[in-house]
């Protein structure tokens, strides 16, 4: 376990980057961190609370995880996913909605969840899980609504949001980038902390863990922690903003052989608006960092 955290340390403190990392085996109870306790801009990782919250609701008997909600224009969102491109009357399943939200990061279906289980109400679950360092004040809108200074109250078009964005890039000293529980944030302690809570039944029914473990297995984005790890070994949600790249989920080595992480980093290089060379480069260099962080977990960690 000292030669993995060595390692990351080393691999971290030579990057140049503002990071923050966090392990835990989950069977074994062992856990590293590098700066774990800090607050750091989730992204959309806060999509992995929502998803605990939603299931809660669901066993409480508030709806069903088959219950369909109508895509309105009001809940059209910029950004990553797919809905945003698609015409209103869609009736997805709210685990259609979780799934996209998952695994395509899409804004659109985060907002509608979080319209129906209140961002209020993640927060409130957090707590009731032990973890004091999970804050999801906002979804995908009041983020971008922070980040171009747009008005926090009264409605914001699909078309403002695209000509904020085209305009000009997020600046690093919105709202959007506050390291408190004003916006979403969490420490990769407490982030990793709910990943094991998942596996081990803690954070829902054992069905409804196991439901959302299998939605994070068919994550897209495989190109951070799990980039040169087995295929299918990773359940996992990243999330990126402007600077941002962060990642958390599950590495399964074997039966009883589980690992929960989360990574935060953040790049300040102010890039070139619309540079995309630059900005290839600066992913593939970072993302690059993150696969060897895993690489690391999965050669050593816990073993």
């Known amino acids: ?73 009001v809940h059209r969102v910029i950004g990553s996913g797919v809905i945003q491109a698609l015409g209103v009357g869609l009736n997805p399943t709210i685990r259609d909605l979780m799934m996209l939200m998952i695994i395509v990061s899409d804004n659109t279906a985060t907002d509608i969840l979080c319209d129906l289980v209140g961002t209020a109400e993640v927060t409130a679950r957090m707590r009731a899980l032990g973890l004091a360092n999970i804050h999801v004040p906002a979804a995908c809108h009041g983020l971008f609504r922070r980040a171009w200074s747009l008005p926090l109250e009264g409605p914001v078009s699909y078309g403002d949001f695209k000509a904020a964005s ?61 980039r040169f790890l087995p295929t299918g070994s990773v359940a996992n949600k990243t999330g990126s903003l402007r600077g941002l790249r962060n990642d958390t989920g599950l590495i399964r080595r074997g039966p009883g052989d589980t690992i929960a992480f989360a990574m935060f ?25 993150m696969g060897e962080v895993g690489q690391v977990l999965w050669d050593s960690f816990g073993r």
């Open 265 to 289: 980093t953040f790049d300040p290089t102010e890039l070139p608006h619309g540079n995309s060379r630059q900005l290839v480069e600066a992913n593939v260099r970072i993302e690059t960092l």
């Open 1 to 73: 376990m000292a030669d993995a955290l060595a390692e990351i340390t080393a691999l971290l403190g030579g990057s140049g980057l503002d990071s923050g990392f966090a392990a835990l085996h989950v069977q074994k109870g062992s856990a590293i961190a590098v700066n774990g306790d800090e607050l750091f801009p989730t992204a959309s990782t806060f999509k992995v609370p929502v998803m605990v919250e939603v299931y809660a609701q669901a066993r409480e008997g508030r709806f069903k995880i088959s219950d369909r909600i109508e895509f309105q224009e």
């Open 166 to 226: 085209k305009a000009a890039p997020m600046p690093f000293a919105s709202g959007a980038y506050s390291r408190d529980g004003s916006n979403n944030t969490a420490s990769a302690r407490d982030l990793a902390a709910l990943l094991a809570m998942i596996q081990r039944n803690e954070a829902g029914t054992p069905e409804d863990c196991a439901d959302m473990i299998a939605i994070m297995e068919y994550q897209h984005y495989q190109n951070r922690v799990p």
